[in-house]
């Protein structure tokens, strides 16, 4: 039972690169997150899905687009890399919306 | 929209000692409240949720916290802390949405010999 896995783990990108971070579960939970952490931030919400095919905005979804694939799977992607999305992000899953949310370990992303 | 603080940016504390750390909250019913740890270059791991019943939690590795309804606190406590405890801890609330969470900043603990 792998829980949540992300890939890949670390990624340079160019400005104005392109990029597709992908986050699978195998908890078969319904509701799936992208979260992006920085340095005195904490974590904030960028989009989630509370169910297989529905999608929302969290709190910082400028320059960011999602795709519920399927109950498993939930990508996020970069498609106009800036610097100013320098981060960490996380995937995480729960089985309803009031459940735990089991994260993935994260992908740590550059922009130059 | 709720918010969550978590006033003590870092906190050291020697190993054997107590340890408290504070979350406070705005929100005008009863949140869903939980604390998560994150060790060094890892993902999040729950430590302690409240959802209802009892206002003390017990969660893993000897934590708990105490949730205080009248000074809209949640502070996680450790008896005696371990060496292993250093990482950062972060206090969630459930959103209004009802599904994502609404992170603090975090609190980064060091433990000293």
């Known amino acids: 039972n792998a829980g949540v896995t992300q890939t890949p783990k670390f990624q340079v990108l160019k400005t104005g690169q392109s990029m597709t971070l992908q986050c699978a579960q195998d908890?078969?939970?319904?509701?799936m997150y992208w979260y992006r952490q920085d340095p005195g931030m904490g974590l904030r919400l960028i989009y989630y899905?509370?169910?297989?095919?529905?999608?929302d905005k969290g709190e910082v979804p400028n320059g960011y687009n999602v795709s519920r694939l399927n109950k498993r799977e939930f990508s996020l992607r970069l498609e106009s890399a800036a610097p100013s999305q320098t981060s960490v992000y996380f995937c995480?899953?729960?089985?309803?919306?009031?459940?735990?949310?089991?994260f993935g370990p994260g992908t740590r992303l550059t922009v130059l | 929209a709720q918010s969550v603080t978590q006033p003590d940016i870092h906190i050291t504390v020697s190993e054997g000692a107590s340890l408290e750390l504070r979350c406070n909250y705005s929100?005008?019913?009863?949140?869903?409240l939980f604390w998560y740890v994150q060790s060094p270059g890892q993902g999040l791991q729950l430590l302690l949720k409240?959802?209802?019943?009892?206002?003390l939690v017990q969660g893993i590795k000897g934590f708990e916290a105490e949730f205080k309804r009248s000074q809209s606190s949640f502070n996680l406590r450790k008896p005696s802390v371990h060496w292993s405890d250093a990482a950062e801890y972060f206090c969630?609330?459930?959103?209004?949405?009802?599904?994502?969470?609404?992170f603090g900043k975090g609190t980064s603990l060091l433990v000293t010999p």
């Open positions: 995480a899953s729960s089985g309803a919306g009031t459940d735990t949310q089991y």
């Open positions: 969630a609330v459930e959103e209004d949405s009802g599904y994502a969470l609404n």
């Open positions: 908890m078969n939970h319904n509701s």
């Open positions: 899905s509370a169910s297989e095919g529905t999608t």
């Open positions: 929100y005008g019913a009863t949140p869903y």
């Open positions: 409240y959802f209802s019943g009892d206002t």
